[in-house]
């Protein structure tokens, strides 16, 4: 019997035997017979059978798991012409996990032949323009990303959003959220101000993608192209945090726990959705759950819990988690207590940027005490953290964290020329805060005589490493011309990065610069787009200058209940200003 059955079986088509291979394939207790019909079929060259022999060395279906054999197949399909083949092969080249390579991940420890270098991102795009081509909606809104996200020799912006169009009409979802991330990477201001990005992301997210829906919260809670709405922000993030997107459970923790849900506030809901994110490797989250324990807050608080969740989030450079963790280790609190752990994670905090760190344990941590000061001369008998020794080593860390020490009085009278040379030392190492902090000091007051040109030196080096701060800053000086000559359109540039940061302050100052009255040409619409997302986020002046637009039409629009409105937001904020206006309207 069982020789008849073999001669029925060989006696089939190639598309008959690859048929009934696949469907023993899905029977776990003859999922090996179905892998071996298929294994004679791939070599004898079909790629079909070629592309599931390859899904099963992966999946580990039928036959023990190996992603070099797995890898070999799928080349060997994508090589053959097979759209998902190219497709997954792209995908798998963007990859590079190395606790997901070996026996037990994704990734084959060797190269198979045919690969050169593993991640290969241009060999990725290769790949996915290969299955493009062959009319696979998913490898067109993968090779559209790529085109958009990818390496910059091989951008193209235009291409991109083409085949991203071109997925999404054939109902592809990703083919919307590939064409969102292209507006959103062509907008240049702010992620959100075009509408067409919003509009795709909105069909990606409502088609389930949970990418999309993660950007989508993130829009309505920043307020990016939208009004900020925290209720309809948590709703997305719920969404994709069901959905296992780790940025998504972190966010909608912490919108639980600020209580802007559209609810009350809810600490243990909270708690919950922020341990997942963290679990999975959140460093936000894990410094809200050491907050949580700290402040007795969590469902069972403790300090030990407290010091595993900062030291999570601290491992990963979180600076805030680095400054709390030296706390505990000083307090000891959860550990006991550890000058030289203290130390060791203050200056990490301090190297990341966080001032706090610097002068607040500065003047708490148990180094030296000096003696009393006079009134005004300094903190009367605080200890201080030594940093002179690795300062004078050459640490330019330790410079920097001296300089704050000097210049704030922190343990000693102010030394603010003692502080300058120590915060020159820094800035020359390239650490950008102290580059950004030698401009600010170099201006002028608390004692130091102003050099405005070297200020204005340091604070555009720092502005050029990417600190908002120092952007805002910086340009003020171009718009004056302090410390070199007026240059509008560079102090123009420098607010659009500090507004791509996020700074109101900067969108305000877009708004006035177009204006008028500036060394550049007016634009009275982009004025009142950039005032606006000033007003979206709570700017006062920028509240006061959207409703004056919208009351005179100064960008061509008028519309008085909207104006009033913003009045009534400004005048809510003590500006005086905008409760003139409100009562100019009423009298009129």
């Known amino acids: ?116 270098q593993w991640p290969d991102p241009l060999a990725a795009m290769g790949w996915a323009r290969r299955a493009a081509q062959a009319g696979l909606p998913e490898a067109q809104a993968l090779y559209g990303y790529l085109l958009a996200t990818g390496p910059d020799c091989a951008r193209d912006p235009q291409a991109a959003g083409a085949w991203c169009a071109r997925a999404a009409r054939a109902g592809c979802p990703q083919g919307d959220l590939g064409l969102a991330v292209v507006h959103l990477a062509a907008g240049g201001d702010v992620p959100g101000a075009d509408p067409d990005a919003v509009a795709a992301l909105v069909r990606a997210a409502e088609h389930g993608l949970p ?166 001369n300094g903190v009367v008998g605080a200890p201080v953290v030594d940093f002179a020794p690795a300062a004078r080593a050459g640490d330019p860390v330790a410079a920097f964290n001296l300089a704050v020490s000097l210049h704030a009085g922190v343990g000693c009278a102010p030394q603010p020329g003692q502080a300058v040379v120590w915060m020159e030392r820094a800035a020359r190492a390239g650490v950008v805060n102290a580059q950004y902090w030698l401009g600010r000091m170099l201006l002028g007051g608390g004692g130091m005589q102003a050099d405005p040109a070297r200020a204005r030196y340091w604070l555009e080096l720092a502005a050029r490493h990417g600190l908002p701060e120092a952007c805002l800053v910086a340009a003020q000086l171009r718009l004056d011309g302090r410390g070199g000559p007026r240059d509008h359109a560079g102090a123009l540039a420098l607010y659009h990065h500090a507004a791509r940061a996020g700074r109101v302050e900067a969108m305000f100052s877009l708004g006035a610069m177009y204006g008028g009255g500036h060394d550049i040409a007016p634009d009275r619409a982009r004025a009142l787009h950039w005032f606006r997302l000033g007003a979206e986020r709570g700017h006062a002046l920028s509240r006061l200058m959207l409703g004056r637009y919208l009351a005179r039409g100064l960008a061509g629009t008028v519309d008085v209940p909207q104006a009033r409105y913003w009045f009534g937001q400004a005048a809510a904020q003590g500006v005086d200003a905008a409760r003139a206006e409100l009562e100019h309207m009423d009298a009129g």
């Open 211 to 376: 990418t999309a829906q993660y950007m989508l919260g993130l829009l309505h809670e920043r307020g990016w192209g939208v009004l900020p709405d925290g209720a309809r922000a948590a709703q997305w993030y719920a969404r994709a945090a069901e959905r296992g997107v780790r940025p998504a459970q972190a966010r909608y923790g912490a919108l639980l726990l600020q209580g802007k849900t559209g609810a009350a506030r809810d600490v243990m809901a909270a708690e919950t959705w922020l341990r997942r994110a963290a679990l999975a490797g959140d460093r936000e989250a894990a410094t809200l759950l050491g907050d949580l324990h700290v402040h007795g807050e969590a469902a069972i608080p403790g300090d030990h819990e407290a010091v595993k969740w900062y030291r999570m989030a601290a491992e990963q450079d979180h600076a805030m988690a680095c400054h709390m963790l030296a706390l505990l280790y000083v307090a000891g609190r959860g550990v006991a207590a550890d000058a030289a752990q203290a130390r060791i994670w203050l200056e990490r905090a301090a190297a990341l940027g966080n001032v706090a760190a610097m002068t607040d344990l500065a003047a708490t941590f148990p180094a030296a005490t000096f003696p009393a000061q006079g009134p005004g």
């Open 1 to 116: 019997m069982r020789g008849l059955l073999s001669g029925l079986v060989g006696g089939l088509s190639p598309i008959a035997r690859f048929r009934r291979a696949c469907r023993l394939l899905e029977h776990e207790t003859r999922a090996a017979q179905g892998f071996a019909l298929l294994g004679v079929l791939a070599r004898d060259g079909m790629v079909a059978a070629q592309y599931q022999v390859a899904r099963a060395y992966l999946e580990g279906t039928g036959v023990p798991r190996s992603p070099l054999e797995g890898v070999r197949w799928m080349h060997a399909a994508a090589s053959a012409g097979h759209a998902e083949a190219g497709f997954s092969l792209a995908l798998m080249l963007l990859l590079d996990p190395p606790h997901r390579r070996g026996a037990d991940g994704l990734l084959p420890v060797a190269l198979p032949a045919g690969l050169e």
